[in-house]
């Protein structure tokens, strides 16, 4: 997932301003208590912090895989 993956799958499950202020203000455990922002500053690779994410949210997992990673073949 590129970076411009990770802002694309942000707005589409949340909604462009809503996805902005979860990447800045929450706090996620699963990436080293950093928000989303930081981590993605720090190295972190955008998949690993989207699935952070949406851990986090209860985002249903069958949305997990956001833009540009299809789902596991069932």
């Known amino acids: 997932m590129k970076q411009s993956e990770f802002k694309q799958a942000i707005a589409d499950e949340f909604g462009a301003g809503y996805g902005r202020v979860l990447a800045a203000d929450l706090v996620l455990g699963d990436i080293g208590s ?10 972190v690779p955008p998949r690993e912090v989207w699935l952070a994410l949406c851990r ?19």
């Open 56 to 74: 986090a949210t209860d985002v249903p997992r069958e949305r997990w895989y956001g833009v540009g990673t299809p789902p596991p073949r069932a």
């Open 34 to 43: 950093r928000t989303a922002n930081q981590a993605i500053a720090d190295g």
